[in-house]
């Protein structure tokens, strides 16, 4: 079957009718245009500034002066708006349907927070302004400080990490640091199998080898392997929870126990934190340090891959080791420490030049805000329920990684229901653009065959939750019944069609180059 | 609550669906001793109007950097951003999707990040650049730790020039992860002085031009050097505008280039988000950290973009990763890469001419005033200037004139014995007007 992609079509019958080879006289695509990349336009001399001139030349800096052509091009305003406008309508995005990605929380950002964060005395504000100018920004951080400690029940957070694995990175160094003041460095991290990659990745940056836990049947940390691997030269264990299978990890306070009862840390992985905010405080299970990333849980945009804002919370234990820096209430009002010169300082350091992601800041204290504390359990409520009614809508075609009991905030399959039907996760993910959706999480954790991840979130609909289920249970149908075609050459009603993966990374072009594509004109001098 | 479309009659009949008898049930794994049965001590949803009106008071107790003549630096640099950048970054497609896992639906972001690498692989002279680190100083100590991948050297010297937090960044994370990081005393022309520290175990150097008392340096003496012994030159650069004027890295010998890209398209943010830019030679790039986007093909033979060479990337290869980095700056990025379009090569070399005429201005007319030295040989938009007296103390002084003069060096580094050493910045937001105002308060204060 070969399809073109000139539109999406409404009723299947116009798709049959669309698909007789029909093409536009120009290889057009409808209103989905090409676009040239700005290298390629001709006019690189233009700009859409206008800047005044300066008289002066910049004979001070000699030999320090840029003389050769630098090769940027240049737009006008409205050639930039219509590239770019272009461009946009090339992306998915939460605004126009599900993005049941499991692990990544796609949850509606509110706009009142790009409001709120756009107001010139956040947005406008220097980091190194002088703090008397900054007591707003200051308050700002004090209350979302308040609100990340009453939420995980820890006594203290660290606000500068940029991201969850800088935030993974923080707690690691906490976690090292305190070890090397009780004069007990040691050497290893413990990490189930199902964990997130930046898990392993951030100890072995820290310095730490990473041993593996097993997993339960039931989808679990394998308490016994926990216990047979801890050790005195532990330092932490790692652990998400809710994990990444989607299940609450019941034994959490045990493995919270064994864990400090070895003298190693208990690092939480927060990015789940959205299942159970407001209904249940980290700081109750054992936790010692846990990293929130404001752009899962918090709904700071996710922007195309960031940015995000990772803080963390810490326990009494580990409080002492928090990074640079921090507010404290003093005499004049609020103040920032940003250098620990005093000797007695344990501080391990400094995590980035600022102090963190100030604009996600302000957004995600809105979003506290908005919701409230009865408005948070909500969230944790709904995000829950909307993924076990999706695991129960789908299971009956499709096959529960772990059937048994409630999953919380995302639901997993595995790829067993497709067994014969020459269909693969990666291919029924691809179909389900065909659908209207974005894919789910594929292929992790690790530890399902062929895993499908879907997170659904609290901000959906049932109706927008049926729409869904039926897409799926419909391909689910196709699937099984043969229709094998339908799935391998899928996409076709995406911007592009399945994309060589291997060619890119075999023969990396990562950079524009003037030999590829249109060669551009030479630099018209203004 | 606004946010949340589930209605009493759904969530009942959803738990029919799921065969649940209570939400309660679904959070049955939870232990007995975690669960709270009643929301925390915290206040309940409030309403727009009643949000913003907290954080508009909140907003209003600070003083935004355009409030009046405003000369902080260090780092972060207040620019004008087009209002066009704005529009298109809060375009639904780009601000609400997730990392181009999925390219076949998001080509937009993918072709904006190889825009974006193309970019700024030419203002820094270099061959490739990555999808972006968080920022300027993350992006310096995931460089340091690349060299020592590259060479296998433990030893990284850091010049006296760097940006104190951009050392310090540096000395936590890679230290953490094993190296020898030697900083070097702080001073103002500092930069010459790193070729004596280089050794046969040196893995780089990291030299930073403008460097953060605002003084330009032509590093290729150091390159030499660096490249004599086997270990490789990092360059960084705080202030992105300063490519439109001044000799890149890449021109004068860098291997690893590293920068803070707020300067295009955005804002001050007090401290962030940013955005790191990270480029090098090409021979390094499957030593690099961070996501890369790449030129492709799709199945009808169309040219499209992918997330590519992600085996050095942690979710692909753990705990053997080149980094722990996830998340870039994607948003921050386009942003950038919108501003430098609009830009283009004429309009940044006149946006450096005008950065770098207002310095030479502030300058005349700080080193005019009785008591003050300005301290910078050869500047880019920023200058150090010695006051007859505490720099912190002068800069309250003046925050009751209306002016916001700059930061004083001892807030980057109290140790180092500046105490009388301010930083000045200037940039096309800085009227004459404003310099002038500086330099007549400044001059009334000192002569008190």
């Known amino acids: 079957m070969t399809m073109q992609n000139v539109g999406r079509p409404t009723r299947p019958e116009e798709t049959q009718s669309l698909d007789a080879g029909f093409t536009s006289l120009t290889g057009g695509r409808g209103l989905l245009q090409d676009e040239a990349l700005i290298f390629e336009r001709d006019g690189w001399g233009k700009t859409g500034v206008d800047l005044p001139k300066v008289d002066a030349p910049a004979d001070d800096l000699g030999e320090l002066v840029r003389r050769s052509p630098i090769g940027l091009p240049g737009l006008s305003e409205p050639e930039a708006m219509r590239h770019y406008v272009r461009l946009s309508q090339k992306n998915h995005a939460i605004d126009l349907a599900l993005y049941p990605l499991g692990s990544c929380t796609m949850k509606h950002n509110p706009r009142l927070n790009e409001k709120m964060a756009r107001l010139a005395g ?6 190194l302004a002088p703090l008397s100018t900054a007591q707003g920004a200051l308050t700002l951080m004090d209350r979302l400080s308040h609100w990340l400690k009453t939420l995980t029940g820890m006594p203290a957070v660290a606000l500068s990490p940029k991201a969850g694995a800088h935030g993974e990175l923080c707690g690691l160094l906490a976690i090292r640091a305190a070890h090397e003041a009780k004069g007990d460095p040691r050497r290893r991290v413990l990490v189930p199998t199902s964990a997130h990659g930046t898990n392993p990745a951030t100890a072995a940056f820290v310095g730490y080898s990473v041993t593996e836990i097993a997993q339960t049947d039931d989808g679990r940390v394998d308490l016994a392997d926990l216990a047979a691997k801890l050790g005195p030269d532990v330092a932490a264990i790692m652990v998400t929870n809710p994990n990444t299978c989607g299940l609450f990890e019941r034994d959490i306070i045990e493995i919270a126990r064994l864990t400090h009862e070895a003298g190693a840390y208990f690092y939480c992985d927060g ?3 959205n299942a159970i905010v407001g209904r249940v405080r980290p700081g109750d299970l054992g936790v010692d340090a846990m990293h929130i990333n404001l752009h899962k849980t918090f709904s700071t945009p996710h922007g195309g891959g960031g940015p995000g804002s990772g803080p963390v919370v810490l326990s009494a234990a580990l409080a002492p080791f928090a990074p640079a820096p921090w507010v404290v209430h003093g005499a004049d009002g609020l103040t920032l420490v ?20 100030m604009g ?3 957004r995600a204290y809105a979003y506290m805000r908005s919701h409230g504390a009865d408005g948070l359990r909500q969230v944790a409520e709904d995000a829950v329920l909307n993924a076990n009614y999706v695991k129960a809508r789908l299971s009956g075609s499709m096959t529960p990684a772990f059937p048994e009991g409630p999953c919380m905030h995302e639901a997993l399959f595995d790829d067993s229901w497709l067994e014969g039907t020459g269909v693969t996760t990666l291919d029924f993910a691809k179909a389900m653009i065909d659908e209207g959706f974005h894919p789910m999480t594929m292929y992790f954790p690790l530890v399902v065959h062929g895993a499908m991840l879907i997170e659904p979130t609290e901000t959906e609909s049932k109706q927008e939750l049926d ?6 249970l419909a391909l689910a149908e196709a699937a099984k019944a043969g229709d094998v075609e339908r799935f391998k050459g899928a996409p076709f009603l995406a911007p592009m069609r399945r994309l060589d993966e291997t060619l890119a990374a075999r023969k990396p072009r990562l950079t524009w180059k003037p030999d590829q594509g249109v060669a551009p004109a030479p630099l018209a001098a203004e | 609550m606004r946010y949340l479309p589930l209605t009493p009659d759904d969530r009942a009949q959803m738990l029919g669906v799921i065969g649940a008898a209570s939400i309660d049930d679904l959070f049955a794994d939870v232990p007995v001793a975690a669960r709270k049965s009643e929301p925390f001590d ?17 907003a209003a107790m600070n003083r935004a950097a355009g409030a009046g003549p405003f000369f902080c630096g260090a780092g972060a640099y207040r620019h004008h951003v087009p209002a066009t950048v704005d529009h298109i970054i809060q375009r639904s497609e780009f601000l609400t999707s997730y990392t181009p896992y999925q390219p076949e639906i998001a080509q937009g972001t993918l072709q904006v990040l190889f825009e974006f690498q193309t970019q700024v692989a030419a203002l820094t002279g270099l061959d490739v650049a990555n999808a972006s680190m968080y920022d300027g100083s993350t992006a310096c100590a995931e460089a340091v730790m690349m060299a020592r991948r590259v060479t296998r050297r433990k030893r990284a010297v850091l010049s006296g020039g760097l940006h104190p937090h951009y050392a310090a960044t540096t000395q936590t994370i890679a230290h953490a992860e094993g190296m020898d990081i030697v900083r070097q005393t702080v001073a103002i022309d500092a930069e010459a002085a790193v070729i004596a520290a280089i050794d046969s175990e040196t893995a780089c150097v990291v030299v930073q031009t403008p460097n953060v008392f605002g003084v330009a340096t032509d590093v290729t003496a150091i390159a030499e050097a660096a490249h004599a012994a086997g270990a490789l030159l990092i360059v960084v650069t705080t202030e992105a505008v300063s490519f439109g004027l001044l000799k890149s890295p890449g021109e004068m010998g860098a291997d690893i280039a590293v920068a803070e890209g707020q300067s295009i398209g955005n804002a001050l943010n007090f401290g962030g988000p940013y955005i790191g830019l990270f480029t090098c030679r090409e021979k390094l790039v499957r030593q690099m950290p961070g996501r890369l986007c790449g030129e492709t093909v799709d199945a009808q033979g169309r040219r499209g973009f992918v997330l590519t060479l992600s085996t050095r990337e942690q979710h692909i290869r753990r705990d053997k990763a080149t980094s722990n980095i996830c998340t870039n700056s994607g948003l921050c990025a386009l942003a950038f890469t919108v501003h430098l379009s609009l830009l283009g090569e004429t309009g940044l070399r006149q946006l450096a001419e005008i950065n770098h005429d207002k310095a030479r201005r502030l300058a005349k007319a700080l080193s005019a005033v009785p008591g003050v030295e300005v301290l910078t040989p050869r500047y880019f938009n920023e200058i150090a200037v010695r006051l007859p007296g505490d720099a912190s103390q002068m800069v309250e002084a003046l925050l009751e004139d209306g002016i916001v003069a700059g930061v004083p060096f001892s807030r980057l580094d109290p140790t180092a014995g500046l105490d009388d050493v301010l930083l000045c910045a200037a940039t096309e937001t800085t009227l004459d007007a404003d310099i002038d105002a500086f330099a007549q308060a400044l001059a009334r204060r000192i002569a008190r």
């Open chain 1, 122 to 127: 956040f947005a406008d504000l220097h980091p």
């Open chain 1, 271 to 273: 990015a789940n934190f």
């Open chain 1, 338 to 357: 940003e250098e620990t010169v005093d000797a007695a300082a344990q501080a391990f350091g400094r995590m980035s030049a600022f102090h963190g992601q």
């Open chain 1, 360 to 362: 996600m800041f302000v």
């Open chain 1, 467 to 472: 729409r869904f289920c039926e897409a799926l």
């Open chain 2, 42 to 58: 915290l206040p309940y949803h409030a309403g727009e109007l009643e949000v913003e009106r907290e954080l508009s008071g909140l």
